[in-house]
């Protein structure tokens, strides 16, 4: 098959196959961003019996989610950029690849060492798949209301994987047992291998400069150590992340062809976008992890249930996304973001008031409802507001910002809610006072972002 890029000029197809392609184009790379989150949701449900059925400590159960984040924060705006200059079909297809290979060594692993490579593994394939995915999305719909609805979509069919994950995952998990949960990926990941070449076309930046070696390395390693210095609490690991942060800046001003040119991190669209994902993907996903502790420890509720109690809420919520994108396209990103962000942040006070009776149940449903709904639209607004106003050529940068945000915020949610719920002697408690300071920090974040985004309104 003859490689097509986006320096080359090519004939205009009609209106009418070109709607048709871009419905085709649409359909795979959603269901990649589908299968990615039904992944995430799966496992999450089937951590604690992933952590028994290799021997792991309860105390080392984060650590599943952990050394999957580690890669996948750390690397993925390295790969958005490689996406730009190489080829973002070509990432895309080789994070396929490694994600069949690394599910399927995750579910015949029989001890800790070989579950924890194998998800190490997966979360490098995120790395890789995700940007290139979203910067596909992004250079094959133009800026405006067409890609607000777009990435609106990509976040509603986010949100329903999350949902089926959870759904599916509990009935496998309690059918089949936790391994399913890393098999089911394989034969999708199949899937869109043989589909992909066929119907996308190529798309990279009409130049390519020289890769920015020395700010590759700087931005990876110090990224990759300020997780690694969160979820282990080591200062010496935290000053290590710091410096080489420091010098990747440097770096970059001095570059000639900067990996991060500093003008787009100033741009109050990116900063304040990407500020906003932190928050939202940090404390979201670790109130989610706790929440599931919650239910299944303190509640004793059984894997199908727990999967039964987050999954329905996510139902409703799949609309968010749909919603948000149009919301978006009428009113602008700012105030969508904003109101999101403390619709979630207001609804989680609720989740204060739980106790470790199932009659709590009447509480956290319906909570999670709102909370998943606030989740999906504030990540459409800060995805459409990280990635507005930036050329095709850069989109691969733009999305791997936003990503990276996402996969960060990540990896360093739970173990800080974990840690600060580990300060009392009562899970029970623990769990409040994490969610207490989970939202503390939304709202506040969210009166920054809606100051810092004013010159776009």
Aim: glycine residues 12%; proline residues 5%.
């Amino acid at each position: 098959m003859a490689v097509m890029t986006a320096s080359v000029t090519t004939p205009v197809a009609d209106p009418p196959r070109a709607a048709a392609r871009h419905s085709v184009v649409l359909f795979v790379l959603l269901g990649v961003g589908f299968m990615l989150s039904v992944d995430f949701s799966i496992l999450n449900v089937a951590l604690p019996g992933a952590g028994a059925g290799v021997g792991l400590d309860r105390a080392d159960l984060a650590w599943i989610t952990s050394t999957f984040a580690l890669p996948a924060a750390g690397f993925t705006l390295l790969f958005g950029r490689l996406g730009d200059l190489f080829g973002r079909r070509r990432l895309l297809l080789l994070g396929m690849a490694l994600l069949a290979g690394a599910s399927m060594l995750g579910g015949l692993a029989a001890g800790p060492r070989t579950l924890l490579l194998a998800r190490a593994l997966q979360g490098l394939a995120t790395a890789m798949a995700i940007p290139s995915a979203m910067s596909l999305l992004t250079t094959t719909f133009a800026e405006g209301p067409r890609r607000d609805r777009v990435l609106g979509l990509n976040g509603a069919l986010a949100c329903g994987g999350f949902t089926v994950g959870a759904l599916l995952g509990g009935t496998l998990v309690t059918a089949l047992g936790w391994r399913a949960a890393f098999f089911v990926n394989v034969p999708v990941a199949v899937a869109a291998l043989l589909v992909t070449p066929f119907v996308i076309i190529e798309s990279r930046a009409a130049t390519r400069p020289r890769l920015d070696v020395p700010g590759a390395v700087t931005v990876t390693g110090g990224l990759l150590a300020v997780v690694y210095a969160v979820i282990e609490r080591s200062l010496s690991a935290s000053a290590v992340g710091v410096v080489l942060l420091v010098a990747f800046w440097l770096v970059e001003r001095r570059a000639s062809a900067p990996l991060v040119p500093p003008r787009i991190l100033a741009r109050p669209s990116v900063r304040w976008g990407n500020v906003a994902g932190l928050v939202t993907c940090g404390l979201v996903p670790a109130m989610i992890f706790m929440v599931t502790l919650y239910l299944q420890q303190v509640l004793g509720l059984s894997p199908l249930m727990t999967g039964l109690v987050l999954g329905v809420p996510g139902l409703a919520s799949v609309a968010a996304g749909v919603v948000a994108g149009r919301a978006i396209g009428r009113f602008g990103p700012r105030p969508v973001l904003t109101v999101a962000m403390v619709a979630s942040g207001l609804t989680t006070i609720a989740l204060l008031f739980t106790s470790a009776d199932r009659l709590s149940l009447v509480i956290v449903v319906p909570a999670l409802f709102v909370a998943f709904f606030g989740h999906v639209a504030a990540m459409v607004a800060y995805t459409v507001t990280g990635t507005s106003g930036l050329p095709n050529g850069e989109q691969g940068l733009a999305t791997g910002l936003t990503s990276m945000t996402q996969q960060v915020a990540g990896a360093v949610g739970i173990p800080v809610l974990s840690a600060i719920g580990a300060t009392q002697v009562a899970q029970l408690a623990g769990l409040r006072l994490a969610l207490g300071v989970d939202v503390v920090v939304t709202l506040v974040s969210a009166g920054l972002v809606w100051r810092g985004l004013r010159k776009l309104s």
